[in-house]
């Protein structure tokens, strides 16, 4: 994927800060509901996104309301900032989400607003540093100068939340999960990362 794909992928995925940012504005019971109902809009679009035969079908049915040249349009940058593996499979956005609700309704405030911005944010930066400066790569990809910003990226985050020994273990846990690439999807396993270390350690040291 060029760097131009990359920055478009990664600013639709900055669209994960809405989370967090409801979260903070308007507590838990709002964002659960919110996320819920993204998820729920999500799993009921994905077929229309992996299957051709239904996709067909709702042009088809678009083109009463939608100009062809811009479904075509959004069709094709869909298409430029996909994975490969996601074409014929579950999109990183229904990993995210269904990460984001599982932090929302099982992890304190301040942990669960820390893992869902460091995964977004550390996970952006780490793509837009390590794609065009990453000099010296691993046999994965990754590269020392993309997981350094992500460990930076995150540990601010954190120290600016919590304090400063959560940054430190949140930062190196996520930094992992996202150099490792944890299955089933990193989307979904480096928020989960971030937040369930940073609890072991508060429940263990404070």
Known sequence: MSIKSEVKRKALHLTGLTVPLLYLL????????????????????????????????????????????????????????????????????????????????????????????????????AAIIGK???????????????????FLTAFVILYMIIDIPHAIVGALAGMLAEFYELPPDDNLSNQLAVAITVYIFRKIFF
């Open 26 to 125: 308007f507590g838990q019971r709002v964002t659960i509901g919110f996320v819920a109902t993204a998820l729920i809009v999500f799993i009921i679009l994905e077929p229309f996104r992996i299957v051709e035969e239904l996709r067909d079908k709702l042009k088809q049915k678009l083109d009463l309301y939608v100009r062809e040249d811009v479904i075509a349009l959004v069709e094709r940058e869909l298409e430029t900032i996909s994975r490969e593996h996601e074409k014929y499979s579950i999109g990183a956005h229904i990993y995210f989400t269904i990460g984001a609700l599982i932090i929302v309704c099982f992890f304190p405030k301040d942990i669960a607003i820390g893992a869902i911005t460091v995964a977004t944010l550390g996970d952006a930066i």
């Open 132 to 150: 065009p400066f990453g000099k010296h790569r691993f046999k994965n990809g990754k590269s020392i100068e993309g997981s350094l910003a992500y």
